[in-house]
Each structure stands twice: as structure tokens, then as C-alpha cells.
């Protein structure tokens, strides 16, 4: 059983540096000597990283015979002799030992703590190493998809990857050997191995991939001031130029959408809204509800609160289908924002008809709209008899209508 040989094994592919592999090393052997001859401190333990060669070596002063006091540090001149017959008395004895003079029991012994401390390096390297990539853009091959995460293998490293359910985004479906990416969002310690998590519906996420795509962020021309996500629904991203004669919006976005959309693809068709940021709140929060136009703003700075007036076609704009644009607009500006019509305050979560297209008749929405009701809550607000008189539509179609605008807002 060769111990160096175990060394070699495990040196193959490991990221740890050659300092730290050589005091592991030392350690063992010296624990090795220790048990065989009760101390290490007569002995040169030599190990040679590059050939996997191991030298250990036992020094003694040479004495006359006869006058050996400590055999642990000296060493009679007959047995020096023995050794090399050109010592002399009052010199070094140098006698090399070999790993099978310590018997196989403590050579075993050895190789497992050899093993074992190679084993908490690497442990110990890899979270280390993670842990000051945190934040970055990561791809990897999934390995194996299970009920609660998904495993992938580091396309750069070979190392193992953990991907919850939770941080991946509505839609994603993945089989194993396919290419996954996402950003290291944390590294922790689970039964003393370390846990590298990758999350697909961090802010972080979008970040990097607009750094990817647009080279005036990685160039620094560009900043991104804040992001804020409803992964797979909707994004709204806010930047800055550092450069006059750059846009930033139409950096990012860039010809035709030639930057952006790989990125939509990516995000599973999320909807992405670029915006300028500025220090005039009034401003970011009109430029925040895009694609509405806002008509006026009122602020209350103390209470960070905007009340918006727009026109009656702009509210559903403003709000979004399950109030997705006015909550991202109020993440993104950091305040809290009212919607008015008609000097009457709207429902944050109402949603337009048009959004439920796909499940609703388009005959049926341009009835309802027809008796002024162009909103979910402003359909559910009337009864069905009511309805059923004024649109002239049959009952089972308005109480099906009901129940679709109705599963809107229970989820």
C-alpha cells in the first residue's frame, strides 16, 4: 500500500495549492513517526508536489559507542558505520526510513487520514472559492432533477450545484444533460460539505445577463441603478449614463430589440421595462408606470407616498393584469402608489378585460365594455341580473364570466 501514491490520486484535479498540500503531508508522516518512535523531532519529512515523491529521513548526532544517552538524538558510531562508512564522530547520521518499516496497520491508518484531510481541503477550497463568486453568473449541466431541487455540474469546475425549485422561474422545465444558467446566490455549510445554491429569479440574475448582453454596462458607461423582478411576469430595471451621447434605455434594448430579447427568452417571455433614473421622484415614477401615461403626480415626501391621475384608457396600463406594473413601479421608485380616475380612487389590483382575451370571448368583452364596465372589479361590482338586462348576454355566459374575473383575484 503506497501512501504517496494516494497523494497523487487525490492531487489530480483538486484546486489546492501546493503550500498547503505539503503541510498536509508533513502532518500525516510526522503523526506517522510520532506513534512508531514516540517524537518527530529528529526527523526531515521531504515531499516533492510535482513527482508525488515522499523522503523521510532520521537525524542523528554520532557518538563513541558506549555513550549513547538519548538514542531519540544520537547515535553510536558502529551503527552510523553500518549505515555509511565514510561518517565519523561528531557528524549528522542521516538513515532513511521507508514507509513499509511502519507496518501496514499504520500505514492504512495514515492513508485514511490522509484521505480525510485532502478531503476537508477540498471542502473547505470550494467554499471559499464560491463564496467570493457570489453574485456571479454561473452555467451548468443538470445531473440529476429531483422533487425539490435540481443538481448541476459547474460547466467551468465539475462542481456540484444546487438549484431549488424555488428559485427557478415559473416555467422553466429542464431534463438532465441540459444546459442551465443562473447566479451563485449563496454558499453554505450542510453536514460539513459545502452547499453552492444557484438561483434563476434573483435581480441578481438579470443583472448579469444584461451585463453580458449590453458591453456599456461591463465597460461602466452604463449603470444599472436598481432592479425589481416578478420572475417569469415582469421586470423593471432603472439605468443611468455615464456618457452623454449614449442612451441608456436604447443600449440596452438595442436595435430592433436585438439585446434585450435574448434575454426575455431566456427569463421565460418576462416582460422587461427599461427606464432612465433620475433624482426628480415625480419624473421616475411617471417613467416607472411605463408603458401608461400619466397625467398628473402628487407627492407626500414625508409619508413616500404619489397619488397618479391618469385617463380612464391608461389605468389598466398602470396597473397590469394582477396589479404587476403598480407594484414594480412602487418597488422601483420606493413609494407607495395611489391610481385615480375620473377624481375617483382605483382599485390597485383591478385588471382591464382585454387581459382575459384568452379565456373570455372577444364578442362578450366588447358587451361588457359596451355598458361602461371595462374593468374585472367593475363587473363583479354589478349582479348577474343586472348584467344579464343590460348586456343582453345569457346568464351562463355572464356567470362564467363571473367566475373567470372572480379567480382572478382569489389567487
Not at 25 to 39: A, P, Q
Request: charged share 35%; aromatic share 6%.
Amino acid at each position: 500500500m503506497n501512501l504517496v501514491e494516494s497523494f497523487a490520486d487525490f492531487k489530480a484535479g483538486k484546486n489546492i495549492d501546493r503550500p498547503t498540500m505539503v503541510r498536509v503531508l508533513e502532518d500525516v508522516f510526522r503523526t506517522l513517526i510520532r506513534k512508531k518512535y514516540g517524537s518527530d523531532e529528529h526527523f526531515d519529512v521531504i515531499v516533492n508536489t510535482t513527482t508525488g515523491d515522499l523522503e523521510l529521513w532520521r537525524v542523528r548526532e554520532i557518538v563513541p559507542d558506549g555513550e549513547v544517552t538519548d538514542d531519540r538524538s544520537q547515535i553510536s558510531i558502529s551503527e552510523a558505520l553500518s549505515i555509511d562508512e565514510d561518517y565519523e564522530i561528531g557528524e549528522e547520521c542521516y538513515e532513511q526510513l521507508f514507509l513499509e518499516d511502519f507496518g501496514r496497520r499504520a500505514i492504512m491508518a495514515a492513508r485514511q487520514t490522509l484521505i480525510s484531510r485532502i478531503m476537508e481541503l477540498e471542502k473547505d477550497e470550494i467554499y471559499k472559492k464560491y463564496s467570493e463568486r457570489i453574485g456571479d453568473l454561473v452555467s451548468g449541466e443538470v445531473s440529476q432533477v429531483m422533487k425539490k431541487d435540481i443538481l448541476l455540474l459547474d460547466d467551468a469546475t465539475g462542481t456540484e450545484l444546487l438549484l431549488p425549485r424555488q428559485e427557478m422561474i415559473r416555467g422553466d422545465f429542464v431534463r438532465k444533460g441540459d444546459i442551465v444558467r443562473g447566479v451563485i446566490k449563496q454558499v453554505e455549510m450542510k453536514n460539513n460539505t459545502p452547499v453552492v445554491i444557484v438561483s434563476r429569479t434573483d435581480s441578481e440574475f438579470l443583472a448579469k445577463l444584461l451585463e453580458q448582453e449590453v458591453p456599456e454596462i461591463d465597460d461602466g458607461l452604463i449603470e444599472i441603478k436598481k432592479i425589481v423582478r416578478l420572475p417569469g411576469e415582469r421586470a423593471k430595471v432603472a439605468v443611468e449614463s455615464y456618457d452623454d451621447r449614449i442612451d441608456p434605455v436604447g443600449a440596452c434594448v438595442g436595435m430592433k430589440g436585438s439585446r434585450i430579447h435574448g434575454i426575455v427568452r431566456e427569463l421565460n417571455n418576462e416582460n422587461i421595462d427599461i427606464v432612465n433614473y433620475t433624482n426628480n421622484p415625480t419624473l421616475f415614477i411617471q417613467r416607472a408606470l411605463t408603458p401608461a401615461k400619466v397625467s398628473n403626480i402628487n407627492l407626500d415626501m414625508d409619508a413616500r407616498r404619489a397619488a397618479v391621475y391618469l385617463d380612464p384608457d391608461q389605468v389598466s396600463l398602470a396597473i397590469g393584469k394582477g396589479g404587476t406594473n403598480i407594484k414594480l413601479a412602487s418597488q422601483l421608485t420606493d413609494f407607495e402608489i395611489d391610481v385615480f380616475r375620473n377624481n375617483q380612487e382605483v382599485e390597485i389590483d383591478d385588471v382591464d378585460l382585454e387581459e382575459f382575451s384568452d379565456e373570455i370571448e372577444d364578442w362578450v368583452i366588447d358587451a361588457l365594455k359596451g355598458i361602461g364596465c371595462d374593468t374585472a372589479r367593475s363587473v363583479l361590482a354589478l349582479k348577474v341580473e343586472e348584467l344579464v338586462r343590460r348586456t343582453d348576454l345569457e346568464e351562463e355566459t355572464v356567470r362564467d364570466v363571473m367566475r373567470i374575473l372572480a379567480e382572478e383575484f382569489e389567487e
